[in-house]
């Protein structure tokens, strides 16, 4: 009797304790699922949860809960568990080097371009950064993904991929021909070095690709990225000037010199290599790496008076704009940013955005417009068009309302970049219109 006791006080206490952990566990699980549901639906709100650009996405039938992919991940919050399984959160903000695909033990990561909606515009590129012509390689935003840290890291990779398949032998021909000197060409460039292939780096205009022409007192943000031959730069909040004097010094430490002020204006084949064309000269080489970035073209607004010369497309020194009224046209990043520089040099500044709401910008970037905004510094018009632009003044309207003036000086349109069609097709990349389609993917 006494050991039937026992026994039941033994597996009472062990049934107790064990009920115990698994309602503490369930609980914690709801509590975190919970947070996780309320970071999505911010991240739907502020319209980070799915971009157009590269992001992972996960087949919830084949996840483990390993976390594995949230641990892999160097960027915050992109992805999370919620009711057991990993899912996306704030997607828009993934850099696209794909550590969550490799970390997942079942592959229930896949990786995604454009969404259901919304198409994107892309070459045809493989895992290894090759376009649908072999020796011809893509890396950096030309390929969909945005950002300084995303095209360091493209131009090495891809670089590295080139360097395994050719046989360099350094002399005569070229290995390998870079196009564009951007963060990508740039460390495309450091990387055939020290892979110790023949190569040249071609750029159109200056070193440091959009960077460049970034205004001087743009806080640039980025994350920590490793350069070849420089080691790590920790750099999270700095300037145009001091990134590009960390390239230019790598560069010229390595005896790497970029050749500015030369426009490819044609890449083809030449028997077994590839012949580059500039306006001077033709160059011969075994691959071709295009890291010509979008925005070679801007996109127009297609409306009457844009040829006009105060129609800017870039904002290069708003040091020595004051004083006047402007018109910044767009909404994303490079947008917002230059109200806000021009505000800050005393401009009477009006920002126009066609959409109703800031979607896609980084947090930092909201706050601030939003903060620019209340104390009257940028007077924000959404939902708004411009129809016409006048020596003095612009047309504008807001969507269901009517038409009306707005005195103005200058006005500068940031509605990104159009692809350079002509020049890819003639090298025979195939370009595609992507809707959510899977490019990674372990099936
Ligand atoms: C206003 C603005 C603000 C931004 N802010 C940030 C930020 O804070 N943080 C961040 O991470 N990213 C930011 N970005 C994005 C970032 O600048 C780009 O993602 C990055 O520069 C892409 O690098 P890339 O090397 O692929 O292309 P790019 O930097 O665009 O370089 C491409 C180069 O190729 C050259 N080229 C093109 N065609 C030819 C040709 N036919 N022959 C020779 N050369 C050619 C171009 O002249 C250019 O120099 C911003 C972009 C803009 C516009």
């Not at 990134?243 to 005896?255: F, Y």
């Not at 790496?289 to 979008?294: Q, T």
């Not at 219109?433 to 990674?440: D, H, T």
Request: charged letters at 25%.
């Amino acid at each position: 009797m006494e050991v039937l006791l026992e026994n039941i006080v033994i597996y009472g206490s062990v049934g107790i304790i064990f009920f115990t952990i698994l309602f503490l566990y369930l609980r914690k699980q709801k509590k975190d699922s919970d947070v996780v549901e309320a970071k999505i639906k911010k991240a739907k709100e502020m319209g980070l949860h799915e971009p157009v650009s590269l992001h992972p996405v996960v087949d919830i039938n084949s996840c483990i809960k390993s976390g594995a992919c949230i641990t892999a991940c160097p960027e915050k919050d992109i992805l999370g568990i919620k009711d057991g399984k990993a899912t996306t959160i704030n997607a828009s903000r993934c850099v696209g080097h794909g550590a969550c695909f490799h970390a997942c033990p079942v592959g229930a990561i896949s990786l995604k371009i454009g969404t259901e909606t919304r198409g994107v515009e892309l070459p045809h590129v493989s895992p290894v950064f090759e376009s649908n012509v072999p020796g011809i390689y893509i890396a950096g935003e030309m390929g969909g993904m945005g950002l300084i840290k995303n095209a360091v890291e493209q131009g090495k990779q891809a670089v590295l991929n080139i360097a395994k398949n050719i046989k360099s032998n350094n002399k005569g021909n070229l290995d390998l021909v870079i196009v564009g000197a951007g963060p990508a060409g740039i460390s495309a460039s450091l990387m055939a070095k020290k892979n110790k292939l023949k190569f040249v780096t071609l750029e159109q205009d200056t070193l440091g690709g959009t960077v460049y022409s970034f205004p001087r007192a743009k806080i640039v943000m980025t994350a920590p990225m490793e350069l070849p031959l420089y080691g790590k730069i920790k750099l999270v909040e700095t300037s145009k000037d001091e990134l590009i004097s960390i390239w230019k010094g790598v560069l010229d430490a390595n005896d790497i010199v970029i050749q500015e002020n030369t426009k490819v204006e044609s890449v083809g084949k030449n028997g077994e290599l590839f012949e580059v064309i500039t306006k001077d000269k033709q160059y011969l080489a075994k691959a071709v790496l295009l890291a010509i970035g979008r925005r070679g073209s801007p996109r127009k607004l297609g409306v009457e008076g844009e040829q006009l010369p105060k129609v800017y497309y870039r904002l290069l020194d708003p040091e020595h704009i004051n004083g006047k009224d402007v018109l910044v046209v767009g909404g994303g990043d490079s947008a917002v940013e230059s109200a806000m520089i021009l505000a800050d040099n005393g401009n009477n500044v009006t920002l126009s955005y066609r959409r109703e709401k800031f979607n896609r910008i980084k947090p930092g970037n909201l706050d601030r417009i939003t903060e620019a905004e209340k104390s009257g510094e940028v007077k924000i018009i959404l939902n708004s068009n411009v129809l016409k632009i006048e020596k003095d003044k612009v047309l504008m309207k807001i969507e269901n309302d009517d038409s009306f003036t707005l005195a103005n000086d200058l006005v500068y349109v940031f509605a990104g970049g159009e692809l350079p069609r002509e020049f890819l097709t003639k090298a025979g990349i195939k370009i595609t219109k992507k809707f959510g389609e899977i490019v990674m993917s372990h099936k």
